[in-house]
């Protein structure tokens, strides 16, 4: 199925993977730009953030701006980097999965659940995934006398407060539905939770609440 933002998760597993300078500045150019969904940004063309910020948004808000950026400013470009996430994909036995872009705009960004417990799983190896996917909000200055930007994060139940939750990265577009993807300790245990194709604006997290509480239960 279409993963819709889900796909972040790999866009930051390959970004960390280059070892660049997280402190470095990087750009929002017009190639960064939503050209399959025209969807809009705050963060807008010409503005300057680390690719600390970057990441931190991209993961924790969505912010496909920045996720565009962290794909672009890559050895090889867009493609060397999309064509990074599908060998690190299938590096991680992820069989029925593929990409196209690092914002997961695309439909064409698809793979299945087991694949994504996978990824989730792989992604939960880095502090800085498991950090920036639950921070709560974050406020980053984007340069050039332009005004601060607060971002906060698109899972209700972060911005809840549910500690739980070690790691997660939600999604939507139109052909995907309402999608999440979640790692958390229950009784001390990890536990991955995929929900794909959810049809209403909160149904999707609604699911993980019930599913985690019936493993607080069953897992006792």
Known sequence: MPIASISKLMTAVVSLDAR????????VTVQD????????????VGSTLSRHDMLHIALM????RAAAALSRDYAGGRPGFVAAMNAKARALGMRHTSFVNGTGLSPRNVSTARDLSLLVEAASRYPLIRAYSTDREQIVLPGSGRARLSY??????????????????TGFINEAGHCVAVRMIVHGRPVDIV??????????????????????????
Do not use: M, Y
Request: proline residues 1%; contains cysteine.
């Open 20 to 27: 660049h300078k997280l402190n470095a500045p990087l750009n």
């Open 33 to 44: 730009q939503d050209f399959d969904k025209f969807t809009g940004s705050r963060l807008g």
């Open 61 to 64: 808000s969505s912010e496909n």
């Open 152 to 169: 906060h994060n698109s899972n209700a139940l972060v911005r809840g407060g549910d500690r739980s939750i070690v790691l997660q990265k």
């Open 195 to 220: 929900v794909l194709g959810a049809s209403g604006a909160r149904d999707h997290i609604a699911d993980v609440a019930r599913i985690s509480r019936w493993l607080r239960c069953s897992l006792k």
